[in-house]
């Protein structure tokens, strides 16, 4: 049978790009026409929607309290931190009619259930799962001592929101609700230095894009890649990017996020530009290939001059 893959290696790429040519035209207007009429008249109404966050004492999960506190969200706020009042209280301030903050941690299967459970019992329902809570150690593979000292960021990135999203699953049924996911640009496009997070962020992509197969008739899921987005995270690892690249202040970001979601899109990349990086790492790998090594060095040698001052 394996004159068959030989004669699809030959026939598919010809097949492909006639189709290419054939659909693209139309495809391309249609996807503009829809975006706009999205825009206009499929925004969701959040007044009095009930909004779980993950992550939410910092960063993006900070600011997206913000965001659907504005637009009238009830709003369960979750951190490992055991003291974010200061963020549920401003929630409050900017027109969230009630705010619950729950100290959890994500890597934990019970805290995951407990949280969920919490929000239901307080609010009666859950129409909104923002899967925010993440966490990152940069450092080249070769340069980890102990791989099981970056355990952490499959458990917190991956697993804690798996767990999130079972447990979720259920409630967001009823209401027909929605599960937001932040993911990452490096889960789909090469970055240095955070290999493990870059998987960690691939599996949740994958994980994602195969649960709406399953669950997507009844529940919209929304997957953010976001690019390098100024936080308290990406400071405290002292990321080397900042020299090269303008990070996007989490405000922004959270904003954005706020209007795709309503919207009912299926992926937001963010900063937008971002999604030109798709195509050209399909079509031309080896050439972000090269640019990554670059930035590589670039960094590299920044650190050297750091150290020799």
Known sequence: MDWIHSFFNIAFPPIIIFLHFLILPIYIPFKFLQFIKTSITTQQNLARKVVLITGAAQGIGEQLAYEYSRRGAFLALVDIKENF???????LKLGSPDVIS??????KVEDCKKFIDE??????????????????????FEDIDHISDHKSIMDVNFWGTVNSIHFGIPHLKRTKGKIVVISSISGWCPVPLVSIYSASKAALINFCETLRNEVGSTIGITIVTPGLIGTKMTREQDIKLRLLIREESAERCAKAIVRSVCRGESFLMEPRWLWWLFPARMIFPDLIDCCNSYLLNLIDQNSSTKKNC
């Not at 009042?85 to 929630?91: G, I, L, N, S």
């Not at 729950?102 to 890597?107: C, G, R, Y």
């Not at 929000?119 to 080249?140: E, M, P, R, W, Y």
């Open 119 to 140: 929000a239901v019992h307080h609010f009666g329902q859950l129409d909104h799962l923002v899967n925010n809570a993440g966490t990152v150690i940069l450092s080249k």
């Open 85 to 91: 009042e200061d963020v549920r209280r401003r929630a």
């Open 102 to 107: 729950i100290v959890a941690d994500v890597t």
